[in-house]
């Protein structure tokens, strides 16, 4: 966009509206969703049309119009007819609805979209009769920010309040994540896998420096589990791209620029609020996982805790069967400095010339 001969970005999502009657509200928030995916280049771009005309392919009914809402299972076919399968959640169904208070969806609700809005994926959140699609999770004001089609674009809200709207007593709520394809390692997992992990890392960086200390002090020395952890997921090119900027310099970008990353990766951090910059955390441990790996034994890419990085030299079968050879680097300082994606990941810079 030009304004008086300044040239500006102008950055968006997605949005459309439903029709009722060749689209619903599930068509459009699982349009917004993919679109997003296809400006990440993960998959190609369709039109609206696409998604009310493949539902009847992908579930038939005897009538396809007009639509009257998709089920969950027609969403997740959706979802893998278009190119994009997403990673389905039902957090209160009429079986389980009796035994669950309105805490206790909220907070599995929040748990359960926050890596996932942390990496720059929107998320589809089903209620009874109605599907908004969530965006990013503002922490300094613990509000979800949405697209809703009957409402507008970039909405705001508690988890709470979207759950006072749409989720009545025996309400229903269900999430489903459109991923890259072959992305198959949990979030949850790589956070299980960092913290199991850690003491046995910990005692093999101690044993390669001959030291005691790893990161500084013994204050730093705390297990994963005692710090507040967050994970995200990103391509390898991407988080290699981000990491100058993150403030890693010399030997050590260059030999991480140079790893041999998988096309996707699940990032572990374990952190702790640096009482001085209220806006930032400072990263304590970071764990790079192959997201792209469904084995049983979690390969590592590289650790980093504190000052000391632990990389890998290899990440083939053989490496995999006999345990990798590890080459230590170490860091000028700390990073304090998240890799989180957020929102801006699929904001869409638009430039007109």
């Known amino acids: 966009m030009h304004l008086f001969g300044q040239e500006y970005e ?5 949005f459309m509206q439903q029709d009722a009657h060749f689209t619903t509200c599930a068509h459009a928030a699982a349009w917004m969703a993919h679109q997003a995916g296809a400006l990440r280049r993960d998959t190609c771009p369709r039109p609206s049309a696409d998604f009310a005309l493949a539902s009847g392919f992908v579930h038939p009914y005897p009538r ?6 998709l089920s969950d299972d027609q969403i997740n076919e959706l979802f893998s007819f278009m190119g994009m399968p997403s990673v389905f959640h039902s957090l209160a169904t009429p079986d389980n609805r009796s035994s669950l208070s309105r805490d206790d969806i909220s907070r599995s609700l929040t748990s359960w979209l926050t890596p996932y809005l942390h990496s720059g994926l929107p998320a589809l959140v ?3 009769r109605h599907v908004v699609v969530a965006l990013a999770l503002d922490d300094s004001r613990h509000e979800l920010i949405y697209h809703d089609d009957q409402e507008g674009p970039y909405r705001s809200s508690t988890i709470d309040g979207l759950l006072n709207m749409h989720c009545h007593d025996k309400g229903y709520v269900s999430v489903h994540v459109p991923v890259p394809r072959k992305t198959w390692l949990p979030p949850k997992r790589a956070v299980d896998h960092a913290t199991k992990a850690y003491p046995e890392i910990l005692q093999r960086l101690k044993k390669m420096e001959h030291s005691t200390e790893i990161m500084g002090d013994a204050e730093s020395e705390r297990k994963p589990l005692d710090l507040p952890s967050r994970v995200y997921m990103c391509r390898g090119t991407e988080y290699k791209q981000r990491l100058r900027d993150r403030g890693f310099a010399g030997e050590p970008l260059r030999q991480l ?3 041999n990353l998988p096309r996707e990766v699940v990032v572990v951090e374990f952190y702790e609020k640096d009482p001085q910059i209220q806006a930032d955390a400072a990263v304590q441990v970071e764990v790079v996982c ?3 790996y469904s084995g049983v034994d979690l390969p590592d890419i590289s650790w980093r805790i504190g000052t000391s990085l632990l990389l890998y030299r290899e990440l083939g079968p053989r490496d995999r069967q006999s345990g990798p050879a590890d080459v230590l680097y170490k860091l000028e300082r700390p990073l304090p400095t998240t890799g989180i994606l957020g929102i801006n990941r699929f904001l869409n810079p638009m430039r007109s010339r």
């Open 290 to 292: 192959d997201a792209t």
């Open 126 to 128: 089903a209620f009874d």
């Open 10 to 14: 102008v950055a968006g999502m997605p």
């Open 257 to 259: 620029l140079m790893l």
């Open 64 to 69: 396809v119009f007009p639509h009257d809402g």
